[in-house]
C-alpha cells in the first residue's frame, strides 16, 4: 500500500515540476526505491525458500535437525566431527564423502549381512531411517 502511495505521489510531483532536471532526480530516486523493495521481496522468497529447506529437515528427524539428530544417534561412536572408528572397528566416516555415507547406510539399512564387526548395530542403526533422512544424513556428515 505504501508503495502504491509513494509511486503515486512521486508521478504527481513529477507532473507539477517545471525543472526537467529535478524530475529526473526524483524519476531516479523512484526507480532506485522500487529497486530496493524488489531486491527485499527476493530476499524474503530466498530466505523463506531457506527455512522451508530447513523446516523439511527438521521434520524427517522427529523433530530433530540432522546436527542434533547426529550428536544424539551416532556421535557417541564415531566423534561429533566423525573423527573416530568407532570401537576402533569401523571407517573413520568424516573421511568418507556423501556418495559412498550413503551407499554404506543405504546397505546396512537394506542387507542384515553389509558391513564388518559392526553390522548388526549399524543394520539397527540404519534401518530406523527413512531414504531422505540418509540422504541428510549422508550430506552432513560429509561435511564434517
Do not use: P, W
Amino acid at each position: 500500500m505504501r508503495f502504491i502511495l509513494v509511486c503515486f505521489i512521486s508521478f504527481f510531483l513529477l507532473g507539477c515540476s517545471n525543472d526537467s532536471k529535478k524530475t529526473d532526480e526524483k524519476t531516479q530516486d523512484a526507480k532506485t526505491e522500487n529497486e530496493v523493495k524488489s531486491n527485499e521481496v527476493k530476499n524474503t522468497v530466498e530466505t523463506s525458500q531457506i527455512n522451508e529447506k530447513i523446516t523439511k529437515n527438521i521434520n524427517i528427524f522427529n523433530g530433530k535437525s540432522v546436527d542434533e539428530y547426529y550428536d544424539f544417534k551416532c556421535a557417541s561412536c564415531h566423534g561429533r566431527y566423525g573423527e573416530k572408528s568407532a570401537l576402533k572397528a569401523s571407517k573413520i566416516i568424516n573421511e568418507l564423502d556423501e556418495n559412498q555415507i550413503k551407499a554404506d547406510l543405504m546397505g546396512y539399512k537394506y542387507d542384515i549381512n553389509y558391513g564388518g564387526n559392526l553390522k548388526a548395530t549399524m543394520h539397527r542403526m540404519a534401518s530406523e531411517l527413512s531414504d531422505d533422512e540418509i540422504n541428510a544424513l549422508a550430506k552432513f556428515i560429509s561435511t564434517l
